[in-house]
């Protein structure tokens, strides 16, 4: 049984292991008396459909991948459906048994050229590339954007025109991008596998996912590497070096963060400098060493402004301004962070603004301006929840429920850490038992209040 089950572990010898030897049972033979039945387009796309790595497909990259109209593409989906060779689980996607997407696999291999094979590849990752650039950019307008190889002939990226429609996309291609991602890592195309992890970044980072990030961030990197690529590879070591944050390596954080600040250097890119001062900046006040944040902070806003990148300028004001916050001068970090605000409601920047309203509630908070506080934490969340981000929209409610606190409104400051729970628990972020604690505090005084006014 653990000699079968290893060789059913491997794609390639799934049909191998379920051989009989014997055409009624045999899994291959049964396979081929649906595929043999097909039209040549159809037997086509469902060979191609084998070379995508799943968990399923959607109608457009399904139409990239084979190079055809979307229209036709549907049509021979359907009969491929009729056909029981492949399932349509939700409208519009469409998904594979294992062992269909082996036979689909060796049945492209048999009949298919290694140039017809790179070929479709090529196109379904320029459909994939193509589109999450574009829901990048919608999702966050302040990040900027790459600079992207041109569409193969054929492929035919989705058009998205908000940031609604790029959240959806996201969500829908979450499993299927993380799969690409390591597909064009393994396949040789290295530039979409240092690109594909650049376009995932904010709707990974938005969800806590900092362990998918770490994984294609890895693959990332050894591509722009081999790519001998300078820019690339300075963009690369900035991602890694902040998931390696996020993850609590510091040492590997600050050389990867080091590595990239140098290569940035050498290009003379002054954009590239600023970002990751601004992410040396939050390493610095995670090991409490505030004042270097605040240094790096300041380096970060005079190369924006040198650049004259008004969203990273933005951005910068109001990481000045938390800083200040943090080291107590509260009205400093108002200054800043106002300002901040300004550019980013000219701008457009709903992320960045949401990060300013915080850093706006939290030093009114601790100047004693607890209603003020509060419609600032609120303007926060709002902004969060909708652009997607739930690690930000946790961590304001937990500022939040802070303020309800400290005014008394014991009730109100369960009712938003027990939201703020429910989304730590949902991305299995460590800092739910934080909260736990909090809520646990809580209860314990209002249950001894209770027992105070009932003795009297």
Known sequence: LAALAAELRDARGRL?????????????????WSYQN?????????????????????????????????PLTRRLLRELTRGHLIAEPSPGRYAFHDLLRAYAAERAAAEDSDAARDAALHRVLD?????????????NPARGTIDLPPVQAGAGPESLDTHVQALAWFEAEHHVLLAVAALAADQGFDVHAWQLPWTLADHLEFHGMWHDI?????????????????AAQANVHRSVGRVRFQLSDWDDSRAHL????????????????????????????????LNEALGHARQALALSEEADNRPLQARALNNVGWYHAMLGDHHQALLSS?????????????????STWDTLGYS??????????????????????????????????THLGEVHRVTGSRQAAIAVWRRALEILDELDDPGAD????????????????LTRLKHG
Do not use: W
């Not at 459909?127 to 950019?137: E, F, G, K, Q, S």
């Open 38 to 70: 097909l039209n040549p387009p159809a037997a086509r796309l469902f060979r191609l459909l084998g070379l995508h790595p799943g968990p399923d497909i959607a109608a457009a990259a399904a139409a990239s991948l084979a190079g055809l109209p979307l």
């Open 258 to 289: 080091s590595q990239a600040l140098r290569l940035y250097q050498q290009l003379g890119d002054a954009v590239g400098q600023a970002r990751v001062h601004l992410n040396i900046g939050k390493a610095m006040e995670r090991m409490g060493r």
């Open 214 to 230: 770490a994984a294609i961030q890895d693959a990332a990197l050894a591509a722009a590497e081999r790519l001998g690529d300078t």
């Open 338 to 354: 106002r300002q901040a605000l300004r550019l980013q409601r000219e701008l457009g920047d709903r992320c960045g603004e949401a």
């Open 364 to 397: 009114h908070q601790h100047l004693g301006q607890l209603a003020k506080s509060a419609s600032c934490f609120q303007q926060a969340i709002g902004l969060f929840a909708d652009i997607g981000a739930r690690s930000g929209e946790a961590q304001v409610l």
């Open 434 to 449: 934080e909260l736990r604690d909090k809520l646990r505090e809580l209860a314990a005084e209002g249950h001894a209040e």
């Open 16 to 32: 191998d292991a379920l051989s009989t030897g014997e055409d009624a049972t045999d899994v291959r033979a049964v396979f081929s």
């Open 127 to 139: 459909h994939y590339l193509h589109t999450a650039h574009a829901a990048a950019v919608l999702i």
